[in-house]
């Protein structure tokens, strides 16, 4: 019983002081009132948390990008990413087995991947690809249509002059759905043999 008793002592005193807090605002929380009233307004204002300023920088990066060049762009390299493959055999879209640069092998999607514009002919231009799986590079523009395969390991290449205009360049993959990431890499320094 005695236990009873200082629980029900405890929780009437409890009660007490929150009712009398509840009635009692503080002098930080009270409004000054303009007119008389027997009721005063509580205003309840939360501390404002500083902007957090991060030094956590977020990237983007982008894929499948349209670029226009001119002669001695910068930077001095270029690069393009997308996901390589398709289901389009390279020989429909490019309506031939075999170009001057290669053979025309392989599997890509019925769009281009990118679309380079060359502001001015270039006297000398690479576009090579970097992948990790086996990629093939169909590029149709002015003056022809150009396929490459196997040229550095298993990834394309095609350099030489270019003329002036748009180029549509399609990054496949040997077989047919299969997908891989990919660099799109555009130079105009013929790479030195050591």
């Known amino acids: 019983m005695r236990k009873f008793s200082v629980r029900s002592l405890i929780t009437l005193a409890a009660m007490t002081t929150a009712m009398l807090a509840a009635a009692t605002p503080l002098r930080s929380q009270t409004k000054p009132s303009t007119a008389p009233s027997t009721t005063q ?3 309840i204002s939360r501390p404002v948390k500083p902007e957090s300023t991060s030094s956590k920088k977020t990237s983007v990066v982008k894929m499948f990008e349209d670029i226009s060049i001119s002669p001695n762009f910068t930077p001095k390299e270029i690069e393009l990413r997308g996901i390589s493959g398709g289901g389009v ?3 429909k879209k490019s309506g ?4 001057e640069t290669g053979d025309c092998i392989g599997f890509i999607d019925t769009e281009p991947d990118h679309k380079i514009t060359l502001t001015k002919p270039f006297q000398y231009l690479k576009m090579q690809v970097k992948s ?5 590079l169909l590029v149709r523009g002015p003056g022809g249509i150009w396929c490459s395969d196997d040229v550095s390991d298993r990834n394309p290449e095609i350099s030489g002059d270019w003329l002036e205009g748009t180029y549509e360049v399609w990054i496949g993959s040997y077989e047919e759905n299969t997908s891989f990431p990919y660099l799109l890499q555009l130079t105009e ?4 043999t050591k």
């Open 41 to 43: 307004s509580v205003e």
């Open 89 to 91: 055999e390279t020989q």
């Open 96 to 99: 031939r087995k075999v170009t």
């Open 189 to 192: 320094k013929p790479q030195s």
């Open 132 to 136: 990790s799986g086996d990629t093939i």
